[in-house]
């Protein structure tokens, strides 16, 4: 079983920035993808960035250039740094662990103000 505990949303304005974190903890296999998802109101949850134990990143077009996804392998630990931020942007961001099986975790709500 693994837990997902996500920290750092807040209410920010347009242009500015928010880091995500993930701590992962349970019986995690060191072959495995984490990764961001985020759900706007009233839209289908999307994928925002993942990252492979191996280090290899994949990004939404909408974020490319302005969130960077990286992980410490050593603590189970995903980052999502968020750069010039976008009203567009707010949602709720939902970690993922996926090895086999989606593990997900409670979200955190990023709000950005015009």
């Known amino acids: 079983q693994v837990q997902l505990v996500e920290s750092g949303g807040g209410l920010v304005q347009a242009g500015g920035s928010l880091r995500l974190s993930c701590a992962a903890s349970g019986r995690i296999f060191s072959n495995n993808v984490m990764g961001w998802y985020r759900q706007a109101p009233g839209k289908q949850r999307e994928l925002v960035a993942t990252v492979t134990s191996g280090g290899t990143t994949n990004y939404a077009d909408s974020v490319k250039g302005r969130f960077t996804i990286s992980r410490d392998n050593a603590k189970n630990t995903v980052y999502l740094q968020l750069t010039s931020l976008k009203p567009e942007d707010t949602a709720v961001y939902y970690c993922?662990?996926?090895?086999?099986?989606?593990?997900w975790g409670q979200g955190t709500q990023v709000t950005v103000s015009e």
């Open positions: 993922n662990y996926k090895n086999g099986r989606d593990v």
